[in-house]
């Protein structure tokens, strides 16, 4: 839940709700509107903030009345976390909020429940038993429907391989070993492949993204597809589902599972993904962006908060780090936006005052949001932050440089300013380091710090994310490191 004031106040939420829109995340946001005899007439600080808000969220309301407050504020939380949960607006005017009545708090709403589709289930462990070639894709969807342990249980019974989006990094445990990592643009080379070699695909909570799929109608060309999601307007809107399942997905899996006979694919895949493992090797004394987050993440505490900005840094981050649930890595996918990941980082610190957090961020998505030290220094928050400094806003002079004949254009940040002096501005201590051989040590001075810590890291310009799958290719036409 969160509060704004009218005009600014209000407009200022907008992106927060697009994000939290196109991630499913469940938000009430109440914003003060000038008085109801005043709207619509340019008010001092008036916005449509009804109008504006409509296309990020699940629904708006304008109460209009003292009388209709609780059941307004009733219906927000329902609609917030019903179905496909999202973002939901309150807009309540000044004179409403200073007006005084007796109202009752309790009021209830009553969700629809969706039927059980008995029908689709028995086609879909039919076609699940002749599948000779079954992959697992898994979305953001699991978490938000606290499915993790029935998609576990579902793994652990059919042993098929499995592969995870952005948003799903966490629900499947590393260490499964038909885990195939993360698929799509920046994902592994072993899922991309499985995916395009399986026969069936089970999308579960997943909305076949264009991150993901690369030129759809490339995408697992040779496989059925059985799609379950809590949204039915999510089923055939880009890939046609030959069975499509609607419903609470700790219904659904456990109604799926079954031994399956697949030794050969499971052989196939645990092949995949160790010709494809991650490599870390790396010439000179330069810090190597990956393999300082593959040391994190073996070092940081197992049940630690990762956010992230949006950047190089951020598929770094997904490619390189573990997550021992979905909730312990917060990033924006959906909505992509720079400036996230320190701000992310001071609500979860609050939510989880005695989890570690790391916040992960480039130099240009930090300054964008920079002022949130100071929330971090007020309320005395422990975050811990990994500044990975390129001077460049990186993925886009990836891009640039791959695509656009290396005409680079508003990417270089030279003029960053002392970071850690910046820091200390806020009395948040923090060190800088250039060279590979000091990074074991930094990272544990960071962890064991007992309040905020800034991590300055330099890293080379021209460092790139790979594997990378070139915008309108098939996710088998994969870019790999240049030489």
């Known amino acids: 839940m969160c509060i704004a004031t009218s005009g600014p106040g209000a407009t200022n939420l907008i992106t ?13 946001a109440i914003t003060g509107q000038v008085a109801a005899p ?24 304008l109460v209009q009345s003292l009388d209709e407050l609780p059941r307004v504020i009733a219906e927000a939380f329902q609609v917030a976390n019903s179905g496909r949960p999202g973002p939901v607006l309150v807009d309540i005017p000044k004179d409403i909020q200073m007006a005084q009545g007796d109202l009752d708090p309790h009021f209830s709403t009553v969700a629809d429940e969706m039927a059980f589709p008995q029908e689709e289930v028995a086609q879909a462990l039919q076609m699940l038993a002749q599948s000779q ?14 499915a993790v342990p029935a998609l576990r249980e579902f793994l652990a019974v059919t042993r098929m391989p499995a592969t995870c989006t952005l948003k799903g990094l966490g629900v499947v445990d590393a260490d499964y070993p038909y885990y195939l990592g993360m698929l799509g643009m920046h994902g592994t080379k072993a899922a991309n492949l499985a995916v395009q070699e399986c026969d069936l695909l089970i999308a579960v909570g997943a909305r076949f993204d264009d991150r993901v799929t690369g030129k759809l109608n490339t995408f697992a060309p040779h496989a059925k597809v059985i799609h379950m999601d809590i949204d039915p307007a999510e089923l055939n809107k880009l890939r046609q589902a030959h069975i499509g399942l609607t419903g609470d997905l700790n219904c659904l899996l456990p109604a799926l599972q079954q031994p399956l006979a697949i030794d050969g694919w499971r052989e196939r895949s645990a092949a995949l993904r160790a010709e494809h493992a991650w490599r870390y090797d790396h010439p000179g004394e330069a810090i190597y962006a990956p393999l300082l987050l593959k040391q ?23 490619q390189h780090m573990t997550y021992t649930r979905p909730e312990n890595f917060i990033t924006s996918s959906g909505l992509g936006t720079m400036g996230f990941g320190l701000p992310a980082a001071v609500g979860a610190q609050v939510a989880r005052p005695n989890d570690t957090v790391i916040c992960i961020s480039g130099d240009g998505s930090f300054m964008m949001n920079v002022q949130e ?10 975050l811990k932050i990994v500044l990975l400094d390129n001077q460049r806003l990186g993925m886009v002079r990836q891009w640039q440089q791959l695509f ?34 000091q990074v074991e040590a930094a990272l ?18 021209l460092e790139n994310v790979w594997p990378l799958v070139p915008p309108g290719a098939s996710n088998s036409e994969m870019l790999e490191k240049l030489s």
């Not at 927060?16 to 009430?28: E, M, N, Q, T, W």
């Not at 619509?40 to 309301?61: I, N, R």
């Not at 030279?414 to 051989?437: C, E, V």
Request: with cysteine; hydrophobic share 40%.
């Open 404 to 437: 656009f004949q290396e005409r680079y254009s508003e990417t270089t940040l030279t003029d960053n300013p002392d970071f850690l002096t910046l820091a200390s501005a806020f009395g948040i201590p923090g060190q800088h380091i250039t060279r590979k051989d």
């Open 444 to 461: 544990d001075t960071m962890l064991s710090s007992q309040g905020p810590y800034l991590l300055h890291v330099s890293i080379d310009e």
């Open 38 to 61: 005043f709207i619509g007439t340019d008010a001092f600080q008036e916005v449509d903030v009804l109008g504006l808000s409509l296309a990020c969220t699940k629904h708006s309301f």
């Open 16 to 28: 927060g709700l697009a994000d939290a829109l196109l991630d499913s995340i469940p938000i009430v």
């Open 373 to 382: 030290l100071g929330t971090v220094k007020r309320k005395q928050l422990p």
């Open 133 to 146: 070639q079954p992959m697992l894709y898994v979305g953001g969807g699991v978490g938000m429907a606290q």
């Open 296 to 318: 994190l993440s073996d070092r940081k505490p197992a049940d630690s908060v990762v956010t992230t900005d949006v950047g190089q840094h951020q598929m770094w981050s997904a």
